[in-house]
């Protein structure tokens, strides 16, 4: 197998079956302190526990409390590290219910704590090196943990705090976490009531993202409240092309008042494929959109398309009919940059197959639509250029 097929396979491992699943206490309970054993002999630094109480968490905010509480009571018992804040662990939940909150909450919201999703591309890493090196035992027990239902580990010196699995986890076809669907990427549902202002609605617990970018869960459950206001007050630059995308192209270009700066067209031709003998060969809860999509994108290695690179199925062509494309480039009469102070250039799409429009961010120093094609496409082969697809 391929390093991207490790990949999969270990994203694949934990979809959909162990989504909402508790986790497997005899696996955590066996392998956890094999783990810190190895943490403690290669990162002498740590100090960490041989034998960590475990602590389970339903949700990444639940993780995040009961680590901040855990910690202010080792700090307030002058951090000893086998102190008496360790008794507070078989009550934390009881605590949290009671509406028990830390003076200082951390900032970072635990979802890069160890072995969480974002982690699987390098299990799949190690595992194809592992093709022709022996593994060592720190990787056979991760291994083994990936598979009991936990999410993530906080790793502290005395205790191991693990978020049980989502309800909901939702990735693209290329392997990332997304929410094409406008449906939040990942969801957990509490048992305890943790509501305090910062992303929790009720007993929910939910995070959003767009091809691997972390945004805020108010833009796809909301996204009539991305105001022109919440796009230029945005500083992050990639979250900003994402908010236009969410809301959609007319809407962006009405909000913001483009105005044309150059226009031309381009002869080309679409290549018509049949999209039911496609479906044969793609697992059903595949989407037609996500078909076409796949259909006319090569995949990693350039040579094959993302379909038959993922699904080793190839699209089966009809035949061939001509099209124009229309291509305008507008500039923005809004500062669209807060940071560099500088409008905003965009050239306007419109895909011949589903009519769609995309407004494609150029840089200000384009200054015809021709530029701005040649700019976007430069590193994509000549052929690609020209053609698009539509199913029969």
Request: glycine share 4%; hydrophobic share 35%; aromatic share 10%.
């Amino acid at each position: 197998m391929t390093e991207k097929e490790y990949h999969q396979k270990w994203i694949q491992a934990i979809l959909p079956t162990r989504l909402g699943q508790p986790i497997d206490m005899e696996v955590a309970k066996a392998n956890i302190p094999k783990m810190y054993a190895i943490f403690a002999d290669l990162l002498k630094e740590m100090r960490v526990s041989k034998n960590p109480t475990l602590v389970i968490a339903d949700s990444p905010r639940n993780a995040r409390l009961k680590y901040d509480l855990l910690r202010e009571a080792w700090e307030e018992g002058g951090r000893e590290d086998d102190g008496d804040y360790l008794k507070m662990v078989p009550v934390l939940d009881e605590i949290i219910a009671s509406g028990k909150r830390p003076k200082k909450p951390t900032t970072n919201n635990m979802m890069s704590a160890f072995m969480g999703i974002q982690d699987y591309d390098w299990f799949g890493s190690y595992e194809k090196w592992c093709e022709s090196n022996p593994p060592d035992e720190s990787f056979e027990i991760l291994k083994l943990l990936s598979q009991a239902n936990i999410f993530n580990c906080i790793i502290c010196t005395h205790v191991c705090i693990m978020t049980c699995m989502p309800e909901r986890l939702t990735i693209n076809e290329e392997f990332q976490l997304d929410c094409a669907d406008l449906q939040p990427t990942m969801v957990w549902n509490s048992k305890g009531s943790y509501v305090d202002g910062s992303g929790v609605q009720g007993e929910r617990w939910a995070y959003a993202y767009w091809r691997n970018t972390q945004i805020p869960v108010e833009w796809i459950e909301n996204p009539e409240n991305i105001t022109k206001e919440v796009i230029l007050s945005e500083q992050n630059a990639e979250k900003k092309r994402i908010a236009v995308e969410i809301i959609g192209a007319e809407k962006f270009a009405a909000m913001f008042d483009l105005e044309l700066i150059d226009s031309h067209e381009e002869e080309g031709c679409e290549a018509v494929f049949d999209l039911d003998e496609v479906r044969e060969n793609v697992p059903g809860d595949i989407s037609d959109e996500q078909i076409r999509h796949m259909a006319s994108k090569l995949g990693p290695d350039g040579k094959v398309t993302l379909l038959e690179y993922i699904y080793g199925c190839q699209r089966k062509f009809t035949g061939l009919k001509d099209v124009k494309k229309r291509y305008e480039l507008y500039r923005s009469k809004d500062i669209l940059d807060p940071i560099v102070n500088e409008k905003a250039q965009f050239l306007k799409v419109i895909c011949p197959s589903t009519d769609r429009v995309y407004y494609l961010g150029v840089p200000l120093n384009v200054t015809t639509s021709k530029e701005a094609v040649n700019y976007l496409w430069q590193d994509v082969p000549e052929y690609e250029k020209t053609m698009t697809l539509q199913e029969t």
